[in-house]
């Protein structure tokens, strides 16, 4: 179903293996993202708040200082990933259900589309680390691949970097509702059928 406030819908995610791994000052920054992601887990908790932007509200301008070095829409992402973390959270609390304080343990970050570049045509992703400081990810590029890569009509979503791929969200614009040029209005009596044409 189309999103009715972005006027998009996801299409699909699709995983592209790294041609030559992960570059150190990617690793680097999935490390510093895992740790602001559970300390804004930490800091919710101890707030009573789930959303992003209560949670941007509360740490951004302590979270810039414990880490300098992350590129700042990177870390508005760490924010997105701890809120529904907290989310998923509460709803099992609310269900009763036996749950722990989450935690995230596997090494990834995510960033939006606002914040990487990809070079559809040779596959390569331009991933700012921080200001001044990018690092090219080269996708490997099978003929599945490229039905995504070559569509014009799709959009970029998020991207999840993960230490031996990565995973693009691809999404397509909403079906534009059809607009009739004219109307024909018909009114049909015992003896007659009258009609009316705008």
Known sequence: MPNAVSGWMPVRGVVFQLESGLPSEAMFLLQDFRL?????????????????NALTKLAYKDF???????????????F????????????????GAACHIPYVRRLMM??????????????????????????PLRL???RYHRRYL?????????????PDRVVIAFRKGAWKPYMPE????LDTNERSLDGVFF
């Open 150 to 162: 070559d569509d014009a009509t799709l959009s970029l979503g998020s991207l999840t970097v993960l």
């Open 80 to 95: 997105e990933v701890a809120s529904s973390a907290l989310k998923n959270y509460r709803r099992r609390l609310k269900r």
């Open 36 to 52: 602001a992601v559970n300390s804004a887990i930490r800091a919710g908790l101890q707030a009573r708040v789930s959303s992003r």
């Open 140 to 142: 490997v590029v099978s």
């Open 64 to 78: 810039r200082k414990d880490h300098p070095m992350m590129y700042a829409q990177h870390l508005v992402s760490a």
């Open 110 to 135: 995510k960033a939006e589309n606002q914040a990487y570049k990809l070079d559809r045509v040779n596959g390569v992703i331009d991933l700012p680390i921080r200001a001044g400081l990018h690092v």
């Open 182 to 185: 004219t109307i024909l209005s």
